[in-house]
T-cell receptor
Framework: DSGVTQTPKHLITATGQRVTLRCSPRSGDLSVYWYQQSLDQGLQFLIQYYNGEERAKGNILERFSAQQFPDLHSELNLSSLELGDSALYFC????????????FGPGTRLTVL | AQTVTQSQPEMSVQEAETVTLSCTYDTSESDYYLFWYKQPPSRQMILVIRQEAYKQQNATENRFSVNFQKAAKSFSLKISDSQLGDAAMYFCAYRSGGAQGGSEKLVFGKGTKLTVNP
């Protein structure tokens, strides 16, 4: 158990819908990262937050947004869902942005039908 | 942009034997970190081992060790005394050290599926 929690574990929804994925980092970790794992794209970085502020953006679609709250939990919002958005979404956390090790949560499996 | 290549999509090993997984990377940075993560069927991403580029000594963690060749940009993982529980996808990952303004994101290879035969 890495100490990073993600809810829900599984999510099944329809095209065009909107969902919210939630992540709680390890106690004491200030930086949160979101990654997407799909069969065709592999593991890709989406976005990073540090202490409530966006720090870096990767291959995140405009239909996707995220935020980190004062209690340091983070949410990833996915809207106007398409079949291709079906993937495993991971949250990871580290103490500080420049701390080398990121610890991953168990992931949320999103299925878009 | 940094890239990570794992040239072996699948590998197999007999229980108790040794196996080496390959990883090469491309970067122009001198300060960076390298990692191996394990993803068992549960899908959890588990950190196996990490290596700081400035350290010449190869990292070891129990039965897991790396062969870090900085000039060749190679970072292989050796698993000794393989166990059934080692069966998983293994991902090599690169992270900038940040000194040259690089991103703190992890860049992953496509993974190697390891099968352990009893």
């Amino acid at each position: 158990d890495s100490g990073v929690t993600q809810t829900p574990k599984h999510l099944i929804t329809a095209t065009g819908q909107r969902v919210t994925l939630r992540c709680s980092p390890r106690s004491g970790d200030l930086s949160v990262y979101w990654y997407q794992q799909s069969l065709d794209q592999g593991l890709q970085f989406l976005i990073q937050y540090y202490n409530g502020e966006e720090r870096a953006k990767g291959n995140i679609l405009e239909r996707f947004s995220a935020q980190q709250f004062p209690d340091l939990h983070s949410e990833l919002n996915l809207s106007s869902l398409e079949l291709g958005d079906s993937a495993l979404y991971f949250c990871a956390s580290s103490v500080l942005p420049n701390t080398d090790t990121q610890y991953f949560g168990p992931g949320t499996r999103l299925t878009v039908l | 942009a940094q890239t990570v290549t794992q040239s072996q999509p699948e590998m197999s090993v007999q229980e108790a034997e040794t196996v080496t997984l390959s990883c090469t990377y491309d970067t122009s940075e001198s300060d960076y970190y390298l990692f191996w993560y394990k993803q068992p069927p549960s899908r959890q991403m588990i950190l196996v081992i990490r290596q700081e580029a400035y350290k010449q000594q190869n990292a070891t963690e129990n039965r897991f060790s790396v062969n870090f060749q900085k000039a060749a940009k190679s970072f292989s993982l050796k698993i000794s005394d393989s166990q059934l529980g080692d069966a998983a996808m293994y991902f090599c990952a690169y992270r900038s050290g940040g000194a040259q303004g690089g991103s703190e994101k992890l860049v992953f290879g496509k993974g190697t599926k390891l099968t352990v035969n009893p």
